[in-house]
């Protein structure tokens, strides 16, 4: 039986993962109160004692405007522990899964973004997760690195669809930025396929994938249909107006990129399967947060 080393088994994606990963093989879970991903050694000695046949690295700095503030920190997790991950599964022959993000490229482009596009992160995450991405590619070994945006999901509280149906709840006048466009990704989505690429390795060789809900759409846009998809469920919202404003009148610490569809034609190419529609998974994720 294939042995899997899930680590950031809390998170979001990671907490979809321990549904769908026992179909490929027996899962050793490991969450951030139990192997703290500053620590070198602790990471290399877990790797060496389970001595896994695949890795998946669904952990990461993800608070985009607290990097600005924390670089090292975020460094630290977003780049030095992948090598060292990597580093430790290449002495091991197995393969590395690693989740990386839309924020390394700078969204100028208006049109989907390759994986061979040229990276140009805006901000410390952004840099922080493509420095990553490289110090994987330079420790060679067999490795996958998946792209995704704009990540959902029914666990964790750090999510935009979670957050507009507090808002929603609390207030009657909501103000969402409408000239940031992406694809909204369900965490199960992510999953599933990562399932699937471990369930058929052969099929994805070595390199960069991207993975998102196929679809194009506002910040602004989908919060209008996440409210529009929670009156259906009767999911009690206070909400009765959404104002779309522009990125300069909602500054953050961190810049995002404007733009940050991302192509999912490299996987598709492999596995032959097509990404779920955005509101199709929009609508199955908030059915299930109604009960």
Known sequence: MQKILLIGAKGQVGQEL???????????????????????????????TIKPNFIINAAAYTAVDKAEIEPELAQQINTNAPSIIAEAAESLKAIFLHISTDYVFDGTKNTPYLESDLTNPLGVYGRSKRDGERAIQGRGGRYIILRTAWVYGAYGKGNFVKTMLRLGKEREQIKVVSDQIGSPTWAYDIAQRITEILTHPEKVPTGVYHFTNSGVISWYDFAMNIFEEARRLNIPLKVKEVIPITTAEYPTPAKRPAYSVLSNQGLINCLGTYPPYWRASLKEMLEILSF
């Open 18 to 48: 321990l549904k769908t990963l026992p179909k490929v093989g027996e899962v050793t879970a490991i969450s951030r109160e139990e192997l703290d991903l500053t620590q070198p050694e602790a990471i290399i000695e877990l790797i060496e």
